[in-house]
């Protein structure tokens, strides 16, 4: 058994109590401090509200958005500022940077001003706008500024080191003292008394008493005297025990003759044991047979254990070959993309060259007719000039089908022959998707659908182009069968921008929609809603694969029934500089 100093105990105890109370305290002061920055802040953002909100309503009133995006950014470069939200009257988000909290928490309802309570380590700021006009105040719409917890521990960082430092300083300070109090007033006059009592005799019991010197402690003065009287007391006992002694011998005798019916009684008594033995060899048996029980349900349970072992293997292998035809399958879904792409583009590019054909024979009948008046020469200035009108407008119709021809061939070429290829190269971002459409044509020439580009013609990238490509012709494809079905006018947009070394896309289209349950599900493999027409399911997940794998990026996706279906997905691309 392990024993430890009063002192230290007490020491420990007293210490432990004061440093629970310092974390408290210092907890309490750290916690203020900071909801005391998180009000400055609020009220920060309250005045850059109040500042920026003349301007800002003036161009909410004008629709002057160049001007708001202006705004917008000069307020995330402050720094108590990490994201800022604005909306019309119509609560249609015209800027959101930085970072901010879900719309859905804000304010549907018009009113004039509201603290976002801290949310995820978010909290902020919203305040309606007003513009004024001839006397008359409309509300235009609604500005949300937000800060973050970081920037609030930021604020208070040195305060925090001052408190820390403070209790630190104190708690040293503290320390030292109780050490120093508790050695000169316990810890030296506890070494005194031991030293005392150590040199105890019992043979010698007057000088083996303690005698404590300078000592006013009550405590210690109690101990003496009642170790001197515990001496006193030992001595009687001594006197008694020296009588009690010859009392003792006496009974010893008595004792003797008590021993020779002991024995006689412990005779009886071994027989009876001999019965209680013979009882336990039978239980031993017992347990031995329990032990050998037990040994073969272990044996049996290794059995067990290596079954199932081998059977592990065995599913182990089977998922093996199942993502070994997985990947087979995700190969023939693309090179079946891009037979749809030659069976289309076939298609469209007969139609050009059966009207060539047909222009070149026309012309060919009319010079035979022109070399055979020439020969009977009967040829007149008239069949000339009509030869030559007519050879004018044969030739034109001849050169605009070959050249349609040459162009579809020519988008076609470079879109197959990237769906089919992982070379990475430096494509206009705007005129490759042109051309990716244009190879998808045949697919809805025949329909109202409509396919909307709003990309900057100056973004050029270095990028595997076959995964582009395979991620929009995977997308349009899906939006003409799953989105269209049954719809004779849809539309199809895609956005992409440059956001620092990102490229960000968004493409969406008025479809049929998708349930949350199917939306839940858009990204598994062999999930499609069209199993017996065809539908393979492997589109998106194909989609997602490029995205995530390929080209390293990240991708949403957001639908409801009857409102269309949207992909958010943005990566990191090297972008080229039109300068260089």
């Given amino acids: 058994m392990t024993t430890t100093s009063i002192s230290k105990s007490l020491l420990t105890s007293v210490l432990s109590v004061y440093f629970v109370l310092t974390v408290l305290v210092t907890g309490v002061q750290v916690v203020g401090e900071y909801y005391d920055t998180q009000d400055l802040l609020v009220e920060e953002l309250r005045n850059q509200q109040a500042?920026?909100?003349?301007?800002?309503?003036?161009?909410l009133w004008e629709y002057n958005y160049p001007q708001i995006d202006a705004i917008a950014q000069g307020l995330i470069s402050i720094p108590a500022i990490s994201g800022v939200v604005i909306r019309d009257d119509t609560g249609a988000v015209l800027a959101n940077l930085g970072r901010t909290a879900p719309l859905s928490i804000l304010p549907q309802e018009p009113m004039e001003s509201y603290t976002l309570p801290e949310r995820e380590g978010l909290f902020g700021y919203f305040s309606t706008l007003v513009f004024e006009f001839s006397g008359n105040s409309t509300q235009v719409g609604d500005v949300t500024l937000f800060s973050t917890r970081d920037i609030a521990i930021d604020r208070i960082k040195v305060t925090l080191y001052f408190i820390f430092g403070s209790a630190l300083v104190k708690s040293t300070f503290l320390i030292l003292l109780f050490s120093l109090a508790f050695n000169r007033m316990l810890n030296r006059p506890m070494l005194d008394l031991t030293n005392q009592i150590r040199q105890f005799r019992l043979e010698d019991l007057p000088r083996s008493k303690i005698h404590l010197k300078n000592q006013r402690n009550r405590e210690f003065t109690m101990i003496e005297q009642a170790y001197n009287q515990l001496l006193d007391n030992l001595a009687d006992y001594q006197a008694d025990l020296t009588r009690t002694q010859q009392q003792f011998e006496q009974v010893n005798r008595q004792l003797d003759d008590q021993n020779a019916i002991l024995e006689?009684?412990?005779a009886r008594k071994t027989s009876s044991l001999s019965g209680v033995l013979v009882d336990l060899e039978r239980r031993k048996s017992e347990l031995e047979a329990r032990q050998e029980k037990l040994e073969r349900e272990i044996r049996q349970r290794q059995e067990i254990e290596r079954d199932l072992r081998e059977t592990n293997t065995r599913l182990q292998n089977s998922l093996s070959a199942l993502e070994r035809a997985q990947t087979q399958l995700i190969e023939s879904e693309k090179m079946a993309s891009l037979g749809g792409l030659v069976a289309g583009i076939t298609h469209d590019v007969n139609t050009p060259i059966g009207v060539s054909i047909t222009a070149a024979t026309f012309i060919r009948d009319r010079i035979n007719?022109?070399?055979?008046?020439?020969?009977?020469?009967?040829?007149?200035?008239?069949?000339?000039?009509?030869f030559l009108e007519e050879s004018d407008e044969g030739l034109t119709l001849l050169e605009n089908n070959l050249t349609r021809a040459s162009d579809l061939i020519g988008s076609f070429k470079q879109v197959a022959v990237d769906q089919t290829s992982e070379a990475v190269r430096e494509i206009n971002l705007k005129k490759y998707l042109q051309d990716v459409i244009q190879a998808l044509q045949?697919?809805?020439?025949?329909?109202?659908?409509?396919?909307?580009?709003?990309?900057?013609?100056?973004?050029?990238?270095?990028?595997?182009?076959?995964?582009?490509?395979?991620?929009?012709t995977n997308l349009i494809q899906n939006s003409l069968i799953h989105g269209f079905e049954n719809q004779s006018h849809g539309e199809i947009t895609i956005q992409a921008r440059r956001d620092g070394d990102k490229l960000h896309f968004d493409y969406s289209d008025n479809g049929k929609g998708l349930t949350q349950e199917q939306l839940d599900k858009i990204f598994d493999p062999f999930f499609t809603t069209r199993r017996q027409q065809g539908g393979t399911g492997l589109g998106t997940h194909i989609v997602r694969n490029l995205v995530t794998q390929t080209l390293n990026g990240v991708i949403h996706a957001d639908a409801a029934p009857g409102k269309g279906l949207k992909y958010t997905f943005e990566m990191p691309m090297q972008f080229i500089d039109s300068t260089n």
């Fill in 264 to 266: 006689q009684e412990v």
């Fill in 442 to 472: 045949p697919h809805f020439k025949n329909s109202k659908h409509a396919i909307q580009l709003d990309i900057d013609s100056a973004i050029t990238i270095r990028c595997p182009a076959g995964a582009i490509a395979q991620i929009f």
């Fill in 369 to 386: 007719q022109l070399q055979q008046s020439l020969k009977d020469k009967n040829l007149t200035q008239v069949q000339l000039a009509a």
């Fill in 51 to 59: 500042t920026f909100s003349n301007s800002l309503g003036r161009s």
